[in-house]
């Protein structure tokens, strides 16, 4: 099988696309049989990784999966001991592993909403189940004894969404690039009394970590949800928000010269638009920028077979190494867990029991979800194929390159080679 219809089949795409990007990035560049290596290189980090974790290159599909199940497992009790046993679904738990994780990731700075905007917004419109909740008559009363980040957090999980989008978010409109400001990177252990109203998106989010682009501010819910490899999950998330926020932080501060636009395209930022409109593929090569994972909703959604790359996939990468990292500043912490590095773009087909060829992917994000499932053959996938993508056009250029072409080219939505 030629090394196009390889890398289409992985992607579940049109060869005919592999073969254009191949043209025509072979002629912008120079390189020749970069698909060729690509499928080389998968298939060489494929038969080490697979020696690693104990199976045979001509394994099934099922032992491989959980070969690398048990892998997580294994790395996740790893990193549990190393730490010295932390108890997540407390406060001081999460704070434990948030400074560890803050301290392997590296990024600190960003360029974020003054607090003194965001105490205004509150003050204008009032979170009255927060306060019902916290038992305060006033938000100026409320900010006297709690965190103005904590606050915001919970908005989140204890308003309906209805009244964040369609009220409290509506203030965002009039932002200008004044009302932003350079500062540290907070990362949050919220208290312990946001479990019981936290419960209901824990579930749905399958995670007790999110994050505030706006405001620069990565929190933690101490709730343990009772699986297996979910310190390994949490320290993941926690690195991937650490290298999302830098990033579009860097692009607030790009659209901030343009104050008549500043406010549309905060929002737009925030709202996680994608172009929904097929390009062009003549002689340039056409690519969407997509910052969400499409497949999420829909795993036919069509803009996941065109070309495109993806940001979430550039955080991940960053994530693996963070992971390298932490062998350096955690006492005891195995080396083990580095088998996980540049993987996140590694997969391919492998028989079943029935003898169907069936797409394992080697990537730890999509791993570690799959545990979500308890065991059962859920496919994640489309970490993997995203990352891929993104080899893809790494292949040709390089990784600066990728952050930049995506960065770049955000809210636009595409771009041409």
Same mark, same amino acid.
């Given at each position: 099988m030629k090394a196009t219809e390889k890398i289409a089949k992985i992607l579940r795409t049109d060869k005919d696309f592999i073969s254009h990007i191949e043209e025509r990035f072979s002629a912008v560049t120079g390189k020749? =049989?970069? %698909?060729?290596?690509?499928?080389a290189e998968n298939e060489e980090r494929i038969r080490n990784s697979s020696l690693a974790i104990g199976v045979s290159r001509n394994a099934g599909a099922r032992d491989v999966y959980d070969a690398l199940i048990s892998k997580v497992e294994a790395d996740d009790h790893k990193i549990f001991e190393a730490?010295?046993?932390?108890?997540?679904? $407390?406060?001081? @738990?999460?704070? =434990? #592993? &948030?400074e560890v994780a803050k301290e392997a990731a590296g990024t600190n700075h960003g360029f974020f909403l003054k607090k003194e905007k965001a105490i205004e917004f509150l003050k204008k419109e009032p979170p009255?189940?927060?306060? =019902?909740?916290? +038992?305060?008559? $006033? #938000?100026e009363e409320m900010l006297k004894k709690e965190d103005l980040f904590e606050v915001y957090s919970a908005l989140r999980f204890v308003e309906g969404s209805e009244w964040l989008n369609k009220v409290f978010f509506k203030q965002y409109e009039n932002l200008t690039p004044d009302d932003f400001e350079e500062r540290a990177i907070v990362v949050q252990a919220l208290s312990e009394k946001w479990k019981e109203t936290a419960e209901g998106f824990v579930v749905k989010k399958k995670h007790n970590i999110s994050h505030l682009k706006e405001l620069g501010v990565v929190f933690v819910i101490p709730v343990?949800? @009772? %699986?297996? +490899?979910?310190?390994?999950? %949490? &320290? @993941?998330?926690?690195?991937?928000?650490l290298h999302e926020i830098p990033f579009y932080s860097g692009i607030f501060k790009t659209i901030a010269r343009e104050e008549e636009t500043?406010?549309?395209? &905060?929002?737009?930022?925030l709202r996680g638009d994608v172009l929904d409109e097929r390009l062009p593929q003549g002689k340039i090569s056409s690519w969407l920028v997509v910052q969400q994972y499409l497949a999420k909703e829909d795993d036919h959604e069509w803009r996941l077979f065109v070309p495109h790359i993806n940001p979430e996939a550039i955080h991940w990468f960053k994530t693996s190494q963070d992971f390298v990292r932490l062998s350096?500043?955690?006492? @005891?912490?195995?080396?083990?867990?580095?088998?996980?590095?540049?993987?996140?773009?590694? +997969?391919?087909?492998f028989r079943d029991e029935l003898g169907n060829d069936v797409l394992v992917s080697f990537n730890l994000v999509d791993t570690v979800m799959s545990l979500v499932k308890e065991k059962e053959m859920v496919k994640y996938l489309y970490h993997h194929q995203e990352a891929l993508w993104n080899k893809i056009f790494t292949a040709y250029f390089d990784f600066e390159t990728l952050e930049r072409y995506a960065s770049e080219n955000l809210l636009k939505g595409s771009f041409q080679i």
């Open positions: 020749q =049989k970069v %698909m060729e290596a690509v499928v730490l010295k046993r932390p108890q997540w679904y $407390t406060q001081e @738990g999460c704070k =434990k #592993v &948030l009255q189940n927060i306060l =019902k909740q916290l +038992g305060y008559a $006033t #938000v343990a949800l @009772g %699986m297996s +490899g979910e310190l390994l999950r %949490m &320290l @993941g998330l926690i690195f991937h928000y500043f406010a549309q395209n &905060l929002i737009s930022l350096a500043i955690v006492d @005891g912490f195995s080396e083990d867990v580095a088998f996980w590095h540049d993987l996140d773009w590694v +997969g391919d087909y």
